[in-house]
C-alpha cells in the first residue's frame, strides 16, 4: 500500500505563489508515477500536472508555464510550484500516486483547498 500526506494549500492573492507537497510512505518502490488534480466548486476533477519516475512530465493547458511539478526522491515527496495564481485556479488540490509491481493502483492524498482571492 501507499500513503499520501499533503501540505501547504492556503488562501493567497491573484498574481501570487504556493507550493503543495505530498510525501509518500509505504510501498513506495513500485510508484511509478505521481501528479496532482484539483476539483473546484461543481465541477469535476480534472488533471493538473504529472511526473513520472523517469521525470517525464505533463501539464494541463490552463496551468503551463505558470505550475511546476518536481520531486525530492531522497524525501519521497512531490512539490507542486503554483505561480502566478489566478481565481480560476481555486479548487481542492488532490495528489496521487499509481503504483503497483503487479496490477496499477491509486492512491489520493487527502486533498488541500487553494483559495486565489483578493
Known amino acids: 500500500q501507499v500513503q499520501l500526506v499533503e501540505s501547504g494549500g492556503g488562501l493567497v492573492q491573484p498574481g501570487g505563489s504556493l507550493r503543495l507537497s505530498c510525501a509518500a510512505s509505504g510501498s513506495i518502490f513500485s510508484i511509478y508515477a505521481m501528479g496532482w488534480y484539483r476539483q473546484a466548486p461543481g465541477k469535476q476533477r480534472e488533471l493538473v500536472t504529472t511526473?513520472?519516475?523517469?521525470?517525464?512530465?505533463t501539464y494541463a493547458d490552463s496551468v503551463k508555464g505558470r505550475f511546476t511539478i518536481s520531486r525530492d526522491n531522497a524525501k519521497n515527496t512531490v512539490y507542486l510550484q503554483m505561480n502566478s495564481l489566478k481565481p480560476e485556479d481555486t479548487a481542492v488540490y488532490y495528489c496521487?500516486?499509481?503504483?503497483?509491481?503487479?496490477?496499477?493502483?491509486?492512491?489520493w492524498g487527502q486533498g488541500t483547498q487553494v483559495t486565489v482571492s483578493s
Open positions: 496521487h500516486a499509481d503504483w503497483g509491481p503487479l496490477r496499477p493502483e491509486r492512491t
Open positions: 511526473i513520472t519516475n523517469g521525470g517525464r512530465t
